[in-house]
């Protein structure tokens, strides 16, 4: 019975996981710009997380240790600095598109500028932080994002056709204006493949005290949890391209996207926009700003885990409270959110081959997973993501600088 | 005789205290030469002084410029080998209070000036 | 009188050289014997070899280079020096 609620509250938590301004964002713009043929993109993207969230989940489940710490003990400072130093950076960039996320859904509802809330955003995620527990954040905000599915059913309500729906499925290689498609299909797949995604949910098994006996409700988890997420992106997808690429909105601005949902819900859909946006960013960012210092207590031996009173974890709270300082700062100087947003995916898919490397390497350690270790199934993937992330690498920033914003 | 590698086993541990409390890592190992004898390890190294020796001399030197802001009176805190008593397969345990030690300079610092006002103040209102 | 000590983790990734100059190998690992209360280094591990059996990775045909530790000067942990030719550390391996 126990199980069963970890596994329905784990699904929800994941959907959130999944969601967040970066899978919104790029997947509004590629039903805007391409109508439905880049839905192939968010697919594959979604594959390959699942399996990634799965082993990830399942290491910890076995071995009862987080990624960052159990990487630092095993390949050794050295080798561990330079993917720490790239997926700290990431995390910051991700974590202020979050907040941005958050202050421009305040600024819809409220008319203030979005930089006019990066200070109360902070403060609250600060606050939010250091008073609660690890439960409390996880279910809290798992809930509240399930008004995220108010775009599957407006995607459903539009009866988008089927035909060109599923064509979308399958890949297309040429396109009009080849960079820009290219750069948003780039930046799904950094959106979707978010290294803070996995290496949070390896520290979040550890605070939830997984052992062993949850493998195969991790898998139940990552499967369903990534697969509802995923759904409810190319909702957004398909709500973009029957609303907004019929008028020509190309989605230069997060402003268009705004009344995405006012077609198929008149009266409440840009409140539905703006909460659903909100909440979706909210959880996101607690997630990253945790990762963030999860990955650095662990990384540098200190104590950690939301559920400590902060006096025993001080550096720990004040990791996060650092980050979300700095994040905020960004959108308080007055960054456009949009391209913080495409510039930030950008670089997820540019350290995705540093962090992913080290995780894949371990997972094939008999001698710590024993007979959990990765399977040829799994390698399988795990080659498959390695190769994509190493040409990601190359390819990123110079596609969201000639071609993704628009 | 209990075999280990310096490197697998001891380098880049978790250091946990008397109490349990997580002190930090190996970030060094002190080697004595002794001649004749085969070289034994003197005592671990924490602290990030040790990391950035480790990174070259130009962080190094970076690091104690930032080291001016440091609440900490040392940059690294030496452990003799005597102290450790117990080399598990995830941690190593070492006959020391976390407290007793520089590794919680920061923690005390941190919970003196802005934990515990803000919990005063909180239970003042509250 | 105190005996020279010196950091370990210094002499990790450090090229091992001969008396002659030749390259031997670079520094990875170390086995050690706990013996009474005192962990006591034995041998050195150079070369790729090194670096795969401390990762896990089965070996293969990259087997480690074994230097035993009285066949190494490692007081300036910059420049570990092998006291023994390149050759006659190879003439050793079982």
Same mark, same amino acid.
């Given at each position: 019975m126990k199980k069963a609620l970890a596994l329905t509250l784990g699904i929800v938590t994941s959907i959130g996981g999944f969601l967040d301004m970066g899978a919104l964002a790029t997947s509004a713009q590629a039903g805007a710009s391409y109508r439905f043929q880049l839905l192939w993109t968010i697919g594959l993207a979604t594959l390959l997380v699942i399996f990634l969230v799965e082993m990830s989940g399942r290491f910890a489940a076995a071995t009862r240790k987080a990624l960052p710490d159990a990487i630092r003990e095993h390949f050794g400072f050295t080798f561990w600095l330079v993917p720490f130093f790239v997926l700290s950076l990431s995390h910051l960039l991700v974590l202020g598109t979050e907040i941005g996320g958050i202050c421009f859904a305040l600024h819809l509802v409220s008319g203030l500028p979005t930089s006019f809330w990066a200070l109360p955003v902070g403060v609250l995620l600060v606050t939010f932080l250091w008073r609660s527990t690890f439960n409390t954040i996880e279910d809290s905000t798992s809930l509240l994002g399930l008004i995220t599915l108010a775009f599957v059913v407006a995607a459903v309500s539009h009866h988008p056709p089927m035909k060109d729906l599923l064509a979308g499925f399958v890949p297309t290689l040429t396109a009009e204006e080849p960079l820009k498609y290219w750069g948003i299909a780039?930046? +799904?797949?950094?959106?979707?493949?978010?290294?803070?995604?996995?290496?949070?949910?390896? @520290?979040?098994?550890?605070?939830?005290?997984?052992?062993?006996?949850?493998?195969?409700?991790?898998? !139940?988890?990552?499967?369903?949890?990534?697969?509802?997420? @995923?759904?409810?992106?190319?909702?957004?997808?398909?709500?973009?391209?029957?609303?907004?690429?019929?008028?020509?909105?190309?989605?230069?601005?997060?402003?268009?996207?705004? *009344?995405?949902? #006012?077609?198929?819900?008149?009266f409440w859909g840009f409140l539905l926009f703006a909460v659903g946006l909100g909440v979706?960013?909210? =959880?996101?960012?607690?997630?990253?700003?945790?990762?963030?210092?999860?990955? #650095?207590?662990? #990384?540098? !031996?200190?104590?950690?885990?939301?559920?400590?009173? %902060?006096?025993?974890?001080?550096?720990?709270?004040?990791?996060?409270?650092?980050?979300?300082?700095?994040?905020?700062?960004?959108?308080?100087?007055?960054?456009?959110?949009?391209?913080?947003?495409?510039?930030?995916? =950008? #670089?997820?898919?540019?350290?995705?081959?540093?962090?992913?490397?080290?995780?894949? +390497? *371990?997972?094939?350690?008999?001698?710590?997973?024993?007979?959990? =270790?990765?399977?040829?199934?799994?390698?399988?993937?795990?080659? +498959?993501?390695? *190769?994509?992330?190493?040409?990601?690498?190359?390819? @990123? +920033? %110079?596609?969201?600088?000639?071609?993704?914003?628009? | 005789m209990k075999k280990l590698d310096l490197t697998r086993d001891l380098l880049d541990m978790q250091v946990v205290g008397r109490d349990g409390t997580k002190m930090g890592r190996v970030d060094g190992l002190i080697l004595e030469l002794r001649g004749d004898l085969p070289p034994r390890v003197d005592a671990i190294e924490m602290g990030f002084a040790v990391l950035a020796r480790r990174m070259g001399p130009r962080a190094e030197r970076w690091l104690a410029k930032l080291r001016r802001w440091s609440v900490r009176r040392t940059a690294s805190q030496r452990v003799p080998w005597s102290k450790v008593k117990a080399i598990e397969p995830h941690h190593i345990q070492i006959d020391l209070d976390a407290l007793e030690t520089p590794a919680f300079a920061w923690e005390i610092w941190l919970r003196d000036h802005f934990v515990a006002p803000i919990e005063g103040k909180r239970e003042k209102s509250g | 009188m105190s005996t020279p000590k010196i950091h370990f983790e210094m002499l990790l990734g450090r090229m091992v050289r001969d008396p002659d100059g030749v390259a031997v190998g670079r520094i990875f690992a170390a086995h050690a014997e706990i013996e009474g209360g005192d962990c006591v280094l034995r041998e050195f591990l150079l070369g790729p070899g090194a670096l795969l059996e401390r990762f896990g990775f089965p070996l293969g045909r990259w087997r480690p280079t074994r230097v035993p530790w009285d066949l190494l000067d490692i007081a300036d942990p910059g420049h570990p020096r092998l006291r023994c030719s390149a050759a006659e550390l190879a003439g050793r391996r079982p």
């Open positions: 780039v930046s +799904i797949v950094g959106a979707v493949l978010s290294p803070y995604l996995f290496y949070f949910y390896s @520290s979040g098994a550890v605070e939830d005290d997984w052992d062993s006996s949850f493998i195969g409700v991790n898998r !139940g988890i990552a499967a369903l949890g990534m697969g509802f997420g @995923s759904v409810v992106a190319m909702g957004a997808l398909v709500v973009a391209a029957m609303v907004l690429a019929p008028r020509g909105i190309a989605m230069d601005d997060y402003h268009q996207a705004a *009344l995405m949902l #006012t077609d198929a819900f008149p979706a960013c909210l =959880a996101a960012s607690l997630e990253v700003a945790l990762s963030m210092a999860y990955a #650095t207590a662990q #990384t540098f !031996g200190w104590n950690w885990g939301e559920s400590l009173d %902060p006096r025993e974890d001080a550096r720990f709270g004040a990791v996060y409270t650092g980050a979300i300082a700095l994040s905020s700062l960004i959108i308080l100087v007055g960054v456009d959110p949009l391209k913080l947003t495409l510039l930030a995916m =950008a #670089t997820e898919a540019a350290v995705l081959p540093f962090v992913a490397l080290p995780f894949l +390497i *371990l997972m094939n350690d008999r001698k710590l997973l024993k007979e959990h =270790a990765n399977g040829w199934i799994s390698n399988t993937v795990a080659v +498959i993501v390695l *190769l994509l992330a190493l040409v990601l690498t190359v390819v @990123s +920033i %110079p596609l969201a600088l000639l071609g993704g914003g628009g | - | -």
